[in-house]
């Protein structure tokens, strides 16, 4: 009687574990699944992220990806309207755009947004800088 009912505790335990197991590859999978393209509309797909622009060249930085942007009459547009917000040259400016993604024939990035049309622009958050003064006990002579 004890050996069946260890018997059972055992395949229990297997049981339960491989169904955990399962369970978790299904969570990751669809917290994996890329989450630029919310939106799909006329191929255009929804692209949410941070732009930065220096000089000649433009980058669209998500939480799990990096592209660059093709640098054409909208991006410009999008440029103009960043630079509007930013309080200094070093403020990061969150975007919303629609655009099409494509294998980058030159060199640089390996794909690059062609931006159709801009969504929305946020302003950069207002965070204040905390100063810290340290004073240290020991005397130096």
């Given amino acids: ?17 491989i169904w955990s197991c399962t369970s ?18 006329a191929s255009s797909i929804v692209f949410q992220g941070e732009f930065i622009h220096v000089d000649t060249a433009a980058v669209l930085k998500g939480s799990n990806f990096i592209y660059g942007v093709k640098m054409d009459e909208v991006s410009q547009q999008l440029i103009s309207q960043v630079n509007e917000v930013k309080n200094d040259e070093y403020d990061v400016i969150n975007v919303v755009v629609k655009g ?8 640089g990035w390996e794909e ?30």
């Fill in 1 to 17: 009687m004890k050996t069946i009912k260890a018997h059972f505790v055992i395949i229990a335990t297997l049981v339960f574990s």
């Fill in 24 to 41: 978790d590859k299904k969570s990751k999978a669809t917290e994996s699944e890329n989450p630029i393209k919310t939106e799909i509309s």
């Fill in 100 to 107: 099409e993604l494509s294998k980058n024939p030159a060199e």
């Fill in 112 to 141: 690059i947004i062609t931006i159709t049309s801009i969504e929305k622009v946020y302003p950069p958050s207002q965070i204040q800088e905390e100063k810290v003064i340290k004073y240290s006990s020991k005397k130096t002579e």
